[in-house]
Protein backbone atom coordinates (compact mmCIF):
# COMPACT_ATOMS: atom_id res chain seq x y z
CA UNK A 1 0.00 0.00 0.00
CA UNK A 2 1.50 3.16 -0.98
CA UNK A 3 -0.28 4.97 2.05
CA UNK A 4 2.01 3.07 4.24
CA UNK A 5 5.39 2.85 2.39
CA UNK A 6 5.23 6.57 2.75
CA UNK A 7 4.52 6.80 6.14
CA UNK A 8 7.07 4.07 7.06
CA UNK A 9 9.42 6.26 4.90
CA UNK A 10 8.69 9.07 7.26
CA UNK A 11 9.17 7.10 10.25
CA UNK A 12 12.64 6.18 9.42
CA UNK A 13 13.51 9.80 8.42
CA UNK A 14 12.30 11.20 11.97
CA UNK A 15 13.67 8.01 13.98
CA UNK A 16 17.13 9.27 12.24
CA UNK A 17 16.46 12.27 13.65
CA UNK A 18 15.45 11.29 16.99
CA UNK A 19 18.69 9.80 17.76
CA UNK A 20 20.30 13.00 16.57
CA UNK A 21 18.18 15.07 19.28
CA UNK A 22 18.40 12.32 21.84
CA UNK A 23 22.34 12.65 22.13
CA UNK A 24 23.47 13.79 25.65
CA UNK A 25 24.51 17.39 25.94
CA UNK A 26 26.66 16.93 29.13
CA UNK A 27 28.85 19.68 29.63
CA UNK A 28 27.08 22.21 27.70
CA UNK A 29 27.36 25.52 29.20
CA UNK A 30 24.27 26.63 31.48
CA UNK A 31 22.95 22.58 32.19
CA UNK A 32 23.81 22.72 35.93
CA UNK A 33 23.31 26.44 36.73
CA UNK A 34 20.11 28.13 35.62
CA UNK A 35 20.24 31.98 35.37
CA UNK A 36 18.15 33.54 38.55
CA UNK A 37 16.26 35.98 37.26
CA UNK A 38 15.91 38.56 39.68
CA UNK A 39 13.35 41.76 38.40
CA UNK A 40 12.04 42.76 35.19
CA UNK A 41 11.26 46.31 33.53
CA UNK A 42 9.24 46.16 29.84
CA UNK A 43 11.28 43.74 27.49
CA UNK A 44 14.24 43.75 30.04
CA UNK A 45 15.22 41.33 32.75
CA UNK A 46 18.18 41.54 35.66
CA UNK A 47 19.74 38.67 36.70
CA UNK A 48 20.90 38.24 40.23
CA UNK A 49 24.10 39.66 39.19
CA UNK A 50 22.68 42.96 38.02
CA UNK A 51 22.74 42.58 34.64
CA UNK A 52 20.06 43.74 32.16
CA UNK A 53 19.05 41.14 29.58
CA UNK A 54 16.84 41.68 26.94
CA UNK A 55 13.73 39.36 26.81
CA UNK A 56 14.27 37.77 24.21
CA UNK A 57 11.34 34.81 24.25
CA UNK A 58 9.30 37.15 26.47
CA UNK A 59 9.44 34.52 29.54
CA UNK A 60 7.83 31.69 27.49
CA UNK A 61 6.26 33.38 24.03
CA UNK A 62 4.05 35.07 26.61
CA UNK A 63 5.12 38.61 28.06
CA UNK A 64 3.44 40.50 25.31
CA UNK A 65 3.15 43.67 26.97
CA UNK A 66 6.24 44.18 28.54
CA UNK A 67 7.07 43.17 32.30
CA UNK A 68 5.74 45.52 34.91
CA UNK A 69 2.90 46.84 33.07
CA UNK A 70 1.16 49.16 36.35
CA UNK A 71 -2.16 48.96 34.34
CA UNK A 72 -2.04 45.22 34.30
CA UNK A 73 -0.96 45.18 38.11
CA UNK A 74 -3.17 47.27 39.18
CA UNK A 75 -6.21 45.36 37.44
CA UNK A 76 -4.63 41.89 39.37
CA UNK A 77 -4.95 44.07 42.76
CA UNK A 78 -8.09 45.86 42.51
CA UNK A 79 -10.17 42.34 40.85
CA UNK A 80 -8.38 40.56 43.89
CA UNK A 81 -9.97 42.92 46.20
CA UNK A 82 -13.12 43.28 45.18
CA UNK A 83 -14.37 39.51 43.75
CA UNK A 84 -11.32 37.38 44.87
CA UNK A 85 -12.87 34.02 43.18
CA UNK A 86 -15.76 32.01 42.37
CA UNK A 87 -16.45 28.53 41.53
CA UNK A 88 -16.73 27.68 37.92
CA UNK A 89 -18.94 24.86 38.43
CA UNK A 90 -22.23 26.69 39.95
CA UNK A 91 -21.37 30.50 39.40
CA UNK A 92 -20.02 32.68 37.19
CA UNK A 93 -18.24 36.33 37.42
CA UNK A 94 -18.17 39.36 35.37
CA UNK A 95 -15.24 39.47 34.37
CA UNK A 96 -15.62 35.69 33.33
CA UNK A 97 -19.19 37.07 31.39
CA UNK A 98 -17.16 39.89 29.85
CA UNK A 99 -14.31 38.54 28.98
CA UNK A 100 -16.50 35.25 27.25
CA UNK A 101 -17.98 37.99 24.94
CA UNK A 102 -15.09 40.08 23.55
CA UNK A 103 -13.40 36.66 22.12
CA UNK A 104 -16.26 35.94 20.84
CA UNK A 105 -16.58 38.88 19.11
CA UNK A 106 -13.02 38.88 17.82
CA UNK A 107 -12.55 34.77 17.02
CA UNK A 108 -13.16 33.95 13.70
CA UNK A 109 -16.14 32.98 12.01
CA UNK A 110 -18.75 31.19 14.22
CA UNK A 111 -16.14 30.46 16.88
CA UNK A 112 -18.48 31.74 19.48
CA UNK A 113 -18.25 30.01 22.45
CA UNK A 114 -15.24 29.74 25.05
CA UNK A 115 -14.61 27.25 27.68
CA UNK A 116 -11.66 29.34 30.09
CA UNK A 117 -9.09 27.12 31.71
CA UNK A 118 -5.97 27.96 33.41
CA UNK A 119 -3.30 27.51 30.48
CA UNK A 120 -2.48 25.96 27.40
CA UNK A 121 -2.09 22.52 28.21
CA UNK A 122 -5.65 22.31 30.10
CA UNK A 123 -6.83 24.32 26.88
CA UNK A 124 -5.93 21.86 24.38
CA UNK A 125 -6.57 19.03 26.76
CA UNK A 126 -10.32 20.53 26.97
CA UNK A 127 -10.50 20.57 23.25
CA UNK A 128 -9.65 17.01 22.83
CA UNK A 129 -12.21 15.90 25.67
CA UNK A 130 -14.78 17.88 23.85
CA UNK A 131 -14.38 16.90 21.01
CA UNK A 132 -14.46 12.97 22.11
CA UNK A 133 -17.53 14.05 24.00
CA UNK A 134 -19.05 15.12 20.95
CA UNK A 135 -18.12 12.32 18.78
CA UNK A 136 -19.71 10.03 21.78
CA UNK A 137 -23.18 11.87 22.17
CA UNK A 138 -23.92 12.06 18.10
CA UNK A 139 -23.40 8.16 18.12
CA UNK A 140 -19.71 8.28 16.18
CA UNK A 141 -17.64 6.95 19.45
CA UNK A 142 -15.56 5.11 16.72
CA UNK A 143 -14.05 8.08 15.82
CA UNK A 144 -11.00 8.71 18.13
CA UNK A 145 -7.93 9.57 16.06
CA UNK A 146 -6.49 12.37 16.74
CA UNK A 147 -3.71 13.56 14.35
CA UNK A 148 -0.79 16.00 14.67
CA UNK A 149 2.65 16.32 13.08
CA UNK A 150 6.13 15.97 13.84
CA UNK A 151 7.95 18.94 15.44
CA UNK A 152 4.85 19.94 17.40
CA UNK A 153 4.25 21.11 20.75
CA UNK A 154 0.82 21.04 22.49
CA UNK A 155 1.48 20.87 26.18
CA UNK A 156 2.88 18.70 28.79
CA UNK A 157 -0.20 16.47 30.28
CA UNK A 158 -0.44 13.06 29.34
CA UNK A 159 -2.90 13.62 26.72
CA UNK A 160 -1.51 16.61 24.85
CA UNK A 161 2.05 15.38 25.14
CA UNK A 162 0.99 12.50 23.46
CA UNK A 163 0.36 14.65 20.88
CA UNK A 164 3.35 16.57 20.71
CA UNK A 165 6.24 15.18 17.92
CA UNK A 166 9.14 16.50 19.21
CA UNK A 167 10.87 13.26 20.21
CA UNK A 168 12.21 14.55 23.75
CA UNK A 169 9.20 14.86 24.75
CA UNK A 170 8.29 11.22 24.50
CA UNK A 171 11.80 10.25 25.55
CA UNK A 172 11.41 7.78 28.73
CA UNK A 173 7.87 8.17 28.68
CA UNK A 174 4.40 6.50 27.90
CA UNK A 175 1.78 8.17 26.04
CA UNK A 176 -1.66 7.61 24.64
CA UNK A 177 -0.03 6.61 21.12
CA UNK A 178 -2.24 4.30 20.47
CA UNK A 179 -4.79 7.23 19.92
CA UNK A 180 -2.63 9.56 17.86
CA UNK A 181 -1.41 9.47 14.12
CA UNK A 182 1.75 11.23 13.49
CA UNK A 183 2.34 13.63 9.86
CA UNK A 184 5.31 15.05 8.35
CA UNK A 185 6.56 17.88 10.17
CA UNK A 186 5.95 20.79 7.62
CA UNK A 187 9.10 22.70 7.81
CA UNK A 188 10.36 23.23 4.07
CA UNK A 189 13.68 23.79 5.84
CA UNK A 190 13.92 20.21 6.37
CA UNK A 191 12.06 18.76 3.04
CA UNK A 192 13.63 15.87 1.25
CA UNK A 193 16.41 17.46 -0.90
CA UNK A 194 14.97 16.20 -4.30
CA UNK A 195 11.22 17.97 -3.77
CA UNK A 196 10.62 21.86 -4.17
CA UNK A 197 8.29 23.69 -1.43
CA UNK A 198 5.47 23.30 -3.60
CA UNK A 199 6.11 19.51 -4.35
CA UNK A 200 6.76 19.17 -0.60
CA UNK A 201 3.77 20.95 0.23
CA UNK A 202 1.57 18.57 -2.19
CA UNK A 203 3.30 15.64 -0.24
CA UNK A 204 2.11 17.02 2.71
CA UNK A 205 -1.32 17.13 1.84
CA UNK A 206 -1.14 13.70 -0.06
CA UNK A 207 0.21 12.03 3.24
CA UNK A 208 -3.08 13.39 5.14
CA UNK A 209 -5.40 12.04 2.49
CA UNK A 210 -3.59 9.02 2.07
CA UNK A 211 -3.56 8.61 6.02
CA UNK A 212 -7.37 9.41 6.23
CA UNK A 213 -8.17 6.58 3.53
CA UNK A 214 -6.13 3.90 5.53
CA UNK A 215 -7.55 5.02 8.60
CA UNK A 216 -11.33 5.74 7.34
CA UNK A 217 -12.47 9.47 8.14
CA UNK A 218 -14.54 7.59 10.46
CA UNK A 219 -12.61 6.91 12.88
CA UNK A 220 -10.37 10.55 12.69
CA UNK A 221 -11.45 13.48 15.22
CA UNK A 222 -9.40 15.92 14.94
CA UNK A 223 -6.43 16.91 13.62
CA UNK A 224 -4.57 19.46 15.92
CA UNK A 225 -1.87 22.09 14.77
CA UNK A 226 -0.08 25.06 15.58
CA UNK A 227 -0.37 27.43 12.18
CA UNK A 228 3.57 28.33 12.93
CA UNK A 229 5.10 25.50 14.57
CA UNK A 230 6.51 27.64 17.96
CA UNK A 231 8.80 25.42 20.21
CA UNK A 232 9.98 23.15 17.22
CA UNK A 233 11.51 26.30 16.39
CA UNK A 234 9.75 28.71 14.67
CA UNK A 235 8.46 26.29 12.17
CA UNK A 236 6.65 27.78 9.23
CA UNK A 237 4.30 25.34 6.50
CA UNK A 238 4.68 25.75 3.18
CA UNK A 239 2.37 28.92 1.79
CA UNK A 240 -0.81 27.13 0.99
CA UNK A 241 -0.42 23.86 3.28
CA UNK A 242 -2.77 25.38 6.19
CA UNK A 243 -5.25 26.02 3.76
CA UNK A 244 -5.73 22.43 1.79
CA UNK A 245 -5.49 20.71 5.07
CA UNK A 246 -8.54 22.66 6.70
CA UNK A 247 -10.19 21.93 3.61
CA UNK A 248 -9.15 18.06 3.76
CA UNK A 249 -10.69 18.07 7.46
CA UNK A 250 -13.72 19.58 6.23
CA UNK A 251 -14.69 17.21 3.45
CA UNK A 252 -13.64 14.20 5.61
CA UNK A 253 -16.06 15.51 8.94
CA UNK A 254 -12.87 15.65 10.41
CA UNK A 255 -12.14 18.76 13.23
CA UNK A 256 -9.54 21.02 12.92
CA UNK A 257 -8.31 22.22 16.27
CA UNK A 258 -5.91 25.67 15.90
CA UNK A 259 -3.57 25.73 18.56
CA UNK A 260 -2.73 29.50 19.18
CA UNK A 261 -1.19 29.44 22.51
CA UNK A 262 1.80 31.36 20.64
CA UNK A 263 -0.09 33.01 17.88
CA UNK A 264 -2.86 34.50 18.95
CA UNK A 265 -2.87 38.22 21.08
CA UNK A 266 -0.69 40.20 19.18
CA UNK A 267 2.55 37.75 18.86
CA UNK A 268 1.47 37.80 14.50
CA UNK A 269 0.02 41.55 14.91
CA UNK A 270 -3.61 40.08 15.47
CA UNK A 271 -5.33 38.83 18.33
CA UNK A 272 -6.25 35.38 16.52
CA UNK A 273 -4.07 34.42 13.68
CA UNK A 274 -5.25 31.68 12.18
CA UNK A 275 -7.85 33.58 10.06
CA UNK A 276 -6.52 37.27 9.99
CA UNK A 277 -3.15 35.61 8.90
CA UNK A 278 -3.46 32.10 7.37
CA UNK A 279 -6.81 32.92 5.99
CA UNK A 280 -8.53 29.57 7.65
CA UNK A 281 -11.20 28.93 10.45
CA UNK A 282 -10.74 26.49 12.60
CA UNK A 283 -13.52 24.31 14.41
CA UNK A 284 -11.65 25.15 17.66
CA UNK A 285 -8.80 27.53 18.62
CA UNK A 286 -6.67 27.08 22.10
CA UNK A 287 -5.01 29.87 23.71
CA UNK A 288 -3.07 31.08 26.34
CA UNK A 289 -0.22 32.81 27.30
CA UNK A 290 -0.16 36.14 25.43
CA UNK A 291 -4.37 36.39 26.38
CA UNK A 292 -2.73 37.59 29.94
CA UNK A 293 0.20 38.79 28.93
CA UNK A 294 1.44 36.08 31.42
CA UNK A 295 0.28 38.08 34.33
CA UNK A 296 -1.97 34.96 35.38
CA UNK A 297 -2.11 31.88 34.38
CA UNK A 298 -5.35 31.60 31.99
CA UNK A 299 -6.03 29.69 28.57
CA UNK A 300 -8.72 28.41 26.48
CA UNK A 301 -10.62 26.64 23.97
CA UNK A 302 -12.71 28.82 21.13
CA UNK A 303 -15.74 26.51 20.05
CA UNK A 304 -18.22 27.36 17.00
CA UNK A 305 -21.45 27.70 16.94
CA UNK A 306 -21.44 25.03 14.58
CA UNK A 307 -20.19 22.28 16.86
CA UNK A 308 -22.01 23.86 19.66
CA UNK A 309 -25.46 23.35 17.49
CA UNK A 310 -24.89 19.96 16.70
CA UNK A 311 -24.16 18.94 20.42
CA UNK A 312 -27.64 20.53 20.90
CA UNK A 313 -29.51 18.52 18.95
CA UNK A 314 -27.97 15.64 19.79
CA UNK A 315 -30.04 12.08 20.24
CA UNK A 316 -28.27 11.81 23.66
CA UNK A 317 -30.01 15.36 25.52
CA UNK A 318 -29.23 14.69 28.76
CA UNK A 319 -25.02 13.87 27.91
CA UNK A 320 -23.22 16.55 30.08
CA UNK A 321 -20.11 18.05 29.26
CA UNK A 322 -18.48 16.88 32.95
CA UNK A 323 -15.32 18.89 32.66
CA UNK A 324 -14.18 21.82 34.68
CA UNK A 325 -11.06 23.30 36.66
CA UNK A 326 -10.96 24.74 40.00
CA UNK A 327 -9.80 28.01 38.43
CA UNK A 328 -11.53 27.94 35.42
CA UNK A 329 -12.63 31.14 34.58
CA UNK A 330 -10.84 32.75 37.78
CA UNK A 331 -12.14 35.93 38.12
CA UNK A 332 -8.39 38.07 38.39
CA UNK A 333 -6.92 36.10 35.51
CA UNK A 334 -10.16 37.08 33.31
CA UNK A 335 -10.23 40.82 34.59
CA UNK A 336 -6.17 40.95 33.41
CA UNK A 337 -7.02 39.31 30.02
CA UNK A 338 -9.98 42.06 29.41
CA UNK A 339 -7.45 45.26 30.01
CA UNK A 340 -4.54 43.00 28.29
CA UNK A 341 -6.79 43.17 25.23
CA UNK A 342 -7.48 46.86 25.81
CA UNK A 343 -3.34 47.73 26.04
CA UNK A 344 -3.00 45.12 22.75
CA UNK A 345 -6.22 47.06 21.11
CA UNK A 346 -4.71 50.55 22.20
CA UNK A 347 -2.11 50.98 19.48
CA UNK A 348 0.52 47.54 20.62
CA UNK A 349 -1.37 45.83 17.53
CA UNK A 350 -0.67 47.64 15.17
CA UNK A 351 3.13 48.22 16.71
CA UNK A 352 3.27 44.54 16.11
CA UNK A 353 2.18 44.57 12.79
CA UNK A 354 4.30 48.01 11.79
CA UNK A 355 7.49 46.26 12.91
CA UNK A 356 7.30 42.51 12.81
CA UNK A 357 8.75 42.88 8.99
CA UNK A 358 11.84 44.96 10.83
CA UNK A 359 12.46 42.29 13.11
CA UNK A 360 12.51 40.05 10.39
CA UNK A 361 14.16 42.04 8.38
CA UNK A 362 17.08 42.22 10.64
CA UNK A 363 17.08 38.76 12.11
CA UNK A 364 17.24 37.29 8.39
CA UNK A 365 20.89 39.81 8.20
CA UNK A 366 22.66 36.82 10.43
CA UNK A 367 21.83 34.00 7.24
CA UNK A 368 25.11 35.18 6.25
CA UNK A 369 26.82 33.68 8.64
CA UNK A 370 28.51 30.64 8.71
CA UNK A 371 26.56 29.00 11.04
CA UNK A 372 23.70 30.34 10.11
CA UNK A 373 21.62 27.67 7.66
CA UNK A 374 18.07 29.73 8.15
CA UNK A 375 16.59 32.25 9.88
CA UNK A 376 12.91 32.12 9.76
CA UNK A 377 9.35 33.55 10.92
CA UNK A 378 6.69 35.92 10.67
CA UNK A 379 5.29 39.15 12.93
CA UNK A 380 7.27 39.16 16.67
CA UNK A 381 8.41 35.13 16.48
CA UNK A 382 11.95 34.08 14.46
CA UNK A 383 13.73 30.83 14.36
CA UNK A 384 17.52 30.88 13.79
CA UNK A 385 18.56 27.53 13.20
CA UNK A 386 22.19 26.37 13.04
CA UNK A 387 23.91 24.03 10.71
CA UNK A 388 27.09 22.59 10.43
CA UNK A 389 28.27 23.57 7.39
CA UNK A 390 25.94 24.76 4.75
CA UNK A 391 28.79 22.64 1.59
CA UNK A 392 28.52 19.71 4.60
CA UNK A 393 27.16 16.53 3.29
CA UNK A 394 24.78 16.18 6.65
CA UNK A 395 24.44 19.69 7.48
CA UNK A 396 22.29 18.80 10.81
CA UNK A 397 24.83 16.45 12.21
CA UNK A 398 26.67 19.05 14.73
CA UNK A 399 27.34 19.68 18.29
CA UNK A 400 23.70 20.08 19.79
CA UNK A 401 25.20 22.36 22.58
CA UNK A 402 25.12 25.06 19.84
CA UNK A 403 21.82 26.60 21.07
CA UNK A 404 23.02 26.97 24.83
CA UNK A 405 26.29 27.95 23.91
CA UNK A 406 25.13 30.69 21.75
CA UNK A 407 22.39 32.09 24.40
CA UNK A 408 25.52 31.73 26.49
CA UNK A 409 27.48 34.15 24.46
CA UNK A 410 24.21 36.07 23.77
CA UNK A 411 23.81 36.94 27.45
CA UNK A 412 27.40 38.13 27.41
CA UNK A 413 26.25 41.12 25.48
CA UNK A 414 23.13 41.78 27.38
CA UNK A 415 20.38 38.93 25.52
CA UNK A 416 18.47 36.13 27.12
CA UNK A 417 17.78 33.81 23.89
CA UNK A 418 15.82 30.67 24.41
CA UNK A 419 18.07 27.79 23.36
CA UNK A 420 16.09 24.83 21.47
CA UNK A 421 19.40 21.97 20.52
CA UNK A 422 20.98 24.12 17.07
CA UNK A 423 17.94 26.49 17.31
CA UNK A 424 17.26 30.30 19.05
CA UNK A 425 14.06 31.16 19.22
CA UNK A 426 13.67 34.65 19.37
CA UNK A 427 10.12 36.47 20.37
CA UNK A 428 10.36 39.46 22.02
CA UNK A 429 7.72 42.06 24.08
CA UNK A 430 5.64 43.28 21.65
CA UNK A 431 6.35 46.68 22.68
CA UNK A 432 10.04 46.59 21.43
CA UNK A 433 11.46 49.49 19.31
CA UNK A 434 13.49 49.29 16.45
CA UNK A 435 17.03 50.60 18.34
CA UNK A 436 16.04 47.62 20.96
CA UNK A 437 15.59 45.20 17.58
CA UNK A 438 18.97 46.58 16.43
CA UNK A 439 20.39 45.54 19.39
CA UNK A 440 18.98 42.37 19.83
CA UNK A 441 20.47 41.65 16.28
CA UNK A 442 23.99 42.81 16.90
CA UNK A 443 23.94 40.95 20.31
CA UNK A 444 22.90 37.81 18.44
CA UNK A 445 25.64 38.30 15.95
CA UNK A 446 28.57 38.99 18.25
CA UNK A 447 27.14 35.51 20.29
CA UNK A 448 26.58 33.47 17.18
CA UNK A 449 29.93 34.72 16.12
CA UNK A 450 31.31 33.96 19.53
CA UNK A 451 30.09 30.41 19.37
CA UNK A 452 31.43 29.29 15.66
N1 LIG B 1 0.35 24.72 22.86
C1 LIG B 1 1.38 25.41 22.38
C2 LIG B 1 1.41 25.74 20.92
C3 LIG B 1 2.43 25.82 23.22
O1 LIG B 1 3.48 26.49 22.71
C4 LIG B 1 2.35 25.52 24.58
C5 LIG B 1 3.43 25.94 25.51
O2 LIG B 1 4.48 26.39 25.12
C6 LIG B 1 1.25 24.78 25.05
C7 LIG B 1 0.26 24.41 24.17
C8 LIG B 1 1.15 24.42 26.51
O3 LIG B 1 0.83 25.55 27.25
P1 LIG B 1 1.12 25.58 28.82
O4 LIG B 1 2.58 25.53 29.00
O5 LIG B 1 0.50 26.91 29.23
O6 LIG B 1 0.40 24.46 29.45
Known amino acids: EPA ?11 DRFHLIQAAPVAGSIGAEARELITSSEDIFVF ?13 MWCVNVGHRNQALADTLHDQAMSLTYSTPWYTSNAPAEKLAQILAERAPGDLNHVFLTTGGSSAVETAIRLVQFYNNVRGQPQKKLLVSRQGSYHGSTYLTASLNGRPRDHDWMDGASELVRKLT ?22 EFRKLIAHEGAGRIAAFVAEPI ?53 PDMITFAKGVTSGYFPLGGVMVSERLF ?74 GIECVADAKAENPFDLDLTVGKRIDFHCQENGLLVRPLI ?31
Not at 187 to 201: D, I, K, T, Y
Open 309 to 382: AELRRSNHPNANFVHGLTYSSHPIGCAVAIRNIELLEDGLLEHAREIGPYFQEQLRTLEELPLVGEVRGAGLMA
Open 229 to 281: QASGGVLMSPPNYLKRMRALCAENDILFIADEVVTAFGRLGHIFASEDVFGIQ
Open 4 to 14: LSQLETDALRN
Open 47 to 59: DQSGRKLIDGPAG
Open 422 to 452: NMCVMSPPLTINRSQIDMMTDALRKGIEATA
Open 185 to 206: CPNPFHRPANLSVEAFEDFLVD
